[in-house]
């Protein structure tokens, strides 16, 4: 069956960098755009970046830009998100998406926060 | 950016009786290719999000019938015919003309 899992989240200090990755199966993962979606604790769900099928297109929220860096490896099927210069409003779960297909697919969610 | 603005934010409804969310887009969300790409995710207790409606008013796989999207432009609206407990949960659309964005989510619940 389709999965989706995210891996990486954990604690991290202000100002320093994290990578998350999120591993498909179950599909044709080079077929398909990947969404990362975040939602702060008790917060509503914010869209982060998005990367097309074979990598050549990223797009990111004003709130990343700059600091994130979405990447995909279609060998290994995996997806990934560089996160650099964390701030304490980065803290939320992440999640990576298949918003390509229908039904759509979401990972668990990956917890990451941003604390000293 | 697109800002989308989702009303009412609270929802206490009666089981067997229908509900009605609004979602207003401070811009036009036709793309260029004629198509508008609204959606909307229901996001239940505990759960990750899943996607009921795509491009306004497609229902995914495997979603009741009693869910509807409609709308066009810059305003759109889910409908629940009628409320059944596992409709419990907050909603939210969201728009991907204009790489994307989530309205604010609107938590539905039980009277």
């Known amino acids: 069956q389709v999965q989706l899992v995210e891996s990486g989240g954990g604690v991290v200090q202000p100002g320093r960098s994290l990578r998350l990755s999120c591993a498909a199966s179950?599909?044709?993962?080079?077929?398909?755009?990947i969404h990362w979606v975040r939602q702060a604790p008790g917060k509503g769900l914010e869209w982060v970046t998005l990367i097309s099928y074979d990598g050549n297109n990223k797009y990111y929220a004003d709130s990343v830009k700059g600091r994130f860096i979405i990447s995909r490896d279609n060998s290994k099927n995996t997806l990934y998100l560089q996160m650099n210069s964390l701030r304490a409003e980065d803290t939320a779960v992440y999640y990576c998406?298949?918003?390509?297909?229908?039904?759509?697919?979401w990972g668990q969610g990956t917890l990451v926060t941003v604390s000293s | 950016d697109v800002v989308l603005t989702q009303s009412p934010l609270s929802l206490p409804v009666t089981l067997g009786q229908p509900a009605s969310i609004s979602c207003r887009s401070s811009q036009s969300l036709v793309d260029s290719d004629g198509n508008t790409y609204l959606n909307w995710f229901q996001q239940r207790p505990g759960q990750s999000p899943r996607r009921l409606i795509y491009k306004v008013s497609n229902r995914d796989s495997g979603v009741p019938d009693r869910f509807s999207g409609s709308g066009s432009g810059t305003d759109f609206t889910l409908k629940i015919s009628r409320v059944e407990a596992e409709d419990v949960g907050v909603y939210y659309c969201m728009q991907s003309t204009h790489l994307g964005t989530f309205g604010q989510g609107t938590k539905v619940e039980i009277k």
């Open positions: 998406a298949n918003l390509a297909t229908n039904p759509d697919y």
């Open positions: 179950g599909f044709t993962f080079s077929r398909y755009a």
